[in-house]
């Protein structure tokens, strides 16, 4: 019998295997958001509040996006504010990544990254956070995931 060539069949005795290419990485969360017009003003926020790198780096992160809709239905005063600012744009990210499958048929509050509590409820026909409406849930990113909401969260701020 004549045996197929070499190549077709993998490495000759004492050859090793190339090694697979390195799958192609996701984009960062921020780097989504930049992508999209709909996040102009928060990719700006998020520049301001000097998160990018937080957002951008190794950690998981589940971040609830307002589009530029629903910032241009806010105080506009809680984005000239920098301290408010980081405290408004920080309660939108939950550490670790939460799809919408995780978060469906629980009502709980849970922990933002600045440790205010938001309420994520997935028991109706929507997932809800605090009273914004998940409106696009599940967009991937290499350090997390993004759900598209209608408006700002805005934390309770302590005077």
Avoid: C
């Avoid at 192609?24 to 003003?41: I, Y």
């Avoid at 005063?77 to 799809?99: M, N």
């Avoid at 709980?108 to 600045?114: D, H």
């Amino acid at each position: 019998p004549v045996a197929p060539p070499a190549d077709a069949i993998g490495p000759a005795p004492g050859e090793t295997a190339a090694m697979p290419t390195e799958p192609v990485a996701l984009p960062t969360l921020v780097d989504v958001l930049g992508s999209s017009p709909d996040f102009s003003t928060l990719v700006s926020a998020i520049g301001a509040a000097d998160l990018t790198e937080t957002l951008s780096g190794p950690g998981t992160y589940t971040l609830f996006a307002p589009t530029n809709e629903a910032f241009a239905a806010m105080d506009p005063a809680l984005l000239e504010d920098l301290i408010k600012l980081v405290t408004v744009l920080s309660y939108h990210v939950l550490p670790g990544k939460l799809s919408s499958s995780q978060l469906a048929g629980k009502s709980e509050a849970m922990a933002s990254l600045n440790n205010k509590d938001m309420l994520v409820d997935g028991t109706g026909t929507a997932l809800m956070v605090n009273t914004a409406t998940v409106t696009i849930g599940d967009i991937e990113a290499a350090n997390g995931v993004i759900h598209v909401i209608d408006q700002v969260l805005v934390p309770r701020f302590e005077e």
